[in-house]
């Protein structure tokens, strides 16, 4: 089992940015952010797996978003820059486990509102 609780969520203009955080119950290697925008079907936004090569972006928050993780905390982050109006949406974090699984374990999402 693992708990997931997100935060850094909030209301910003265009052009700003924010950060996310998400604290894991327990260390696991296989964790993403997700948003769930309006009139929009759930996208995986940022990925990151430990002990393997990989992040995964979105195309459309490439060079403008990035994924990391604190280990020693169990927190990973998404950090937000040169927002946009159409990332607004509430912001997932989710881990797989095992990595072979697809996600399966979500936090309760932290919104996103971006003004222009």
């Known amino acids: 089992q693992v708990q997931l609780v997100e935060s850094g969520g909030g209301s910003v203009q265009s052009g700003g940015s924010l950060r996310l955080s998400c604290v894991a119950s327990?260390?696991?290697?296989?964790m993403a952010w997700f948003r769930h925008s309006p009139g929009k079907e759930r996208e995986e936004v940022a990925s990151i797996r430990i002990g393997y090569t990989s992040t995964y972006y979105t195309d459309s928050v490439k060079g403008r978003f990035t994924i990391s993780r604190d280990n020693a905390k169990n927190t990973l982050y998404l950090q937000m820059n040169s927002l946009k109006p159409e990332d607004t949406g509430m912001y997932y974090c989710a881990a797989a486990l095992p990595c072979t699984r697809s996600y399966n374990y979500w936090g309760q999402g932290t919104q996103v509102t971006v003004s222009s």
């Open positions: 327990r260390f696991t290697y296989c």
